[in-house]
């Protein structure tokens, strides 16, 4: 079975300290892979995705990504985090493709970063 | 980067009255737009893919008939909850692919039903 997970449902980290969360895939193929941060009563936004090319991604708030394919891994990560970093963090892997310009998403079921000040 | 946007952001209804949520590629078109449901502190769930022209394809376990979808243009999608009940509070997001494989999301609309 194709799948995603984030074994942690929460991590605390304090500020300026490096942050890691962590998402495992199980897919069959090359999979694409995307991290997603959302704020509280906000919509999912984008953050990074690896579809193929450099094992480390960097993202948008200075976030970044390493895919390892050997350990089916793709841990976000951030060298030093922010109390404005706190939220709810979403791994997603692409599980279809139909050619047709549709794709689904299959996400984990979220780790909530909490920075303490 | 891309941009779509929902309406309205928060709604409140009473039980057995629909409501529509309106999902809108502001910047780019999208064939195909997804509607997912967030229950609090849980991830999304995948409710249905919205195809313009075309029949939505639905999630196992998601009534067809209480959810209609209506992709209605290259940048509309709209998702109609009919006779709503409390059950169905939670929060509906939609979302859009780019032509570079990247999903971009609606912020997001909270559904309450009294």
């Known amino acids: 079975a194709q799948s995603v997970a984030q074994p942690e449902d929460q991590v605390n980290v304090a500020e300026g300290n490096p942050l890691t969360v962590k998402c495992t895939y199980s897919?069959?193929?090359?999979?694409?892979l995307f991290w997603y941060v959302q704020y509280p009563n906000r919509g999912l936004q984008f953050l990074l995705k690896y579809i193929t090319g450099d094992n480390l991604v960097k993202g948008s708030y200075g976030f970044e990504a390493e895919f390892n394919k050997s350990q089916t891994s793709f841990h976000l990560k951030k060298p030093s985090a922010l109390v404005s970093d706190s939220a709810l963090y979403f791994c997603?892997?692409?599980?279809?493709?139909?050619?047709?310009?549709?794709?689904?998403?299959?996400f984990g079921k979220g780790t909530k970063l909490s920075v303490i000040p | 980067g891309a941009v779509v946007s929902q309406h309205p952001s928060w709604v409140i209804c009473k039980s057995g009255t629909s409501v529509k949520i309106e999902c809108r590629s502001l910047d780019f078109q999208a064939t195909t737009m997804f509607w997912y449901r967030q229950f609090p502190k849980q991830s999304l769930m995948l409710m249905a893919t919205s195809n313009e022209g075309s029949k939505a394809t639905y999630e196992q376990g998601v009534e067809k008939d209480k959810f209609l979808i209506n992709h209605a243009s290259l940048t509309l999608s709209t998702l109609t909850v009919t006779s709503a009940h409390p059950e169905d509070s939670s929060f509906y997001i939609c979302?859009?692919?780019?032509?570079?494989?990247?999903?971009?999301f609606g912020p997001g609309t909270r559904l309450t039903v009294l």
């Open positions: 997603a892997v692409l599980l279809t493709y139909s050619g047709a310009g549709s794709y689904q998403l299959t």
């Open positions: 897919v069959s193929g090359n999979p694409y």
């Open positions: 979302s859009a692919p780019d032509s570079s494989d990247t999903q971009y």
